[in-house]
């Protein structure tokens, strides 16, 4: 499904936000908690849009100036309340499109204690483009997106040619990008396109980069480990393109 548009997106979007129900508890966390950990934004025309020109200011919203990491489809939450949690000097953004998701984690982290974290119901491309200050993100993660492994579906694929210029103008120079996949294809695309990516160095040598020990062993990664494929990392570093 695509939503509707007036032009603002100019290629289908790598996920299909059907409506779900959630949980009496996640409806009561939605309820309780959103005022507190999810960041208004205005949308374009989509429930999930983000209308251009509306940037937030992150010393604003977490109340003081600190490194910003994003994640792009933090789903449950798992790994971005876990890092939360373990470096409360960090700032942390989670970026998800599923209602459900979001409010497990805000359930999560309010049990955590956690105030350094806060959430966004959007489009991730669109909130890089246009929520985020340009320059304004120290590392963006983005693990175990979904590979849409059918050939006809592969032009959802959240990482192609498209993508760099967009998460470097969100990025800082010397930002990095993470990325993790148990899909091997993915994994090689992603690969090619950042390789060939103005902006980006290789922040690994060989073929693929180290396990990233900031990212928590989930359940997710355990079940592709134990159907058998292999978990693959990339780190990608943005420089300074010629003349900027």
């Known amino acids: 499904m695509i939503e509707p548009s007036r032009g603002f997106r100019e290629r289908p ?42 940037a937030i200011d992150p010393a604003e919203t977490f109340g003081r100036a600190a490194r910003l990491v994003v994640e792009i489809g933090s789903g449950q939450g798992h790994a971005i309340v876990h890092a939360a949690g373990a470096d409360p000097q960090t700032d942390f953004l989670a970026v998800e499109v599923f209602r459900a998701g979001l409010a497990r984690t805000m359930l999560d982290a309010d049990r955590a204690g956690i105030g350094n974290l806060r959430l966004v119901e959007a489009n991730a491309p669109e909130v890089l483009r246009h ?28 990482v192609d040619p498209t993508f760099p210029p967009i998460v470097a103008q969100a990025l800082r120079r010397g930002g990095v990008l993470r990325l993790a996949t148990d899909w091997e294809d993915y994994a090689v695309q992603m690969r090619e396109v950042m390789d060939a990516a103005t902006g980006f160095v290789r922040e690994f040598t060989g073929d693929w980069a180290p396990r990233f020990e900031g990212r928590v062993l989930t359940a997710f990664e355990r079940k592709g480990e134990r159907v058998g494929r292999d978990i693959r990392d990339l780190a990608y570093r943005r420089v300074a393109t010629p003349g900027a």
């Open 13 to 54: 979007v790598s996920f299909v936000r059907r409506s779900g129900r959630m949980s009496e508890a996640q409806e009561r966390a939605w309820s309780d908690l959103s005022a507190r950990y999810v960041v208004p934004v205005e949308r374009d025309v989509a429930a999930t849009s983000i209308l251009p020109g509306t």
């Open 131 to 158: 929520l985020l200050p340009e320059g304004s993100v120290d590392e963006v993660w983005i693990f175990f997106p979904d590979p849409w492994h059918k050939k006809r579906h592969t032009k959802r694929r959240l």
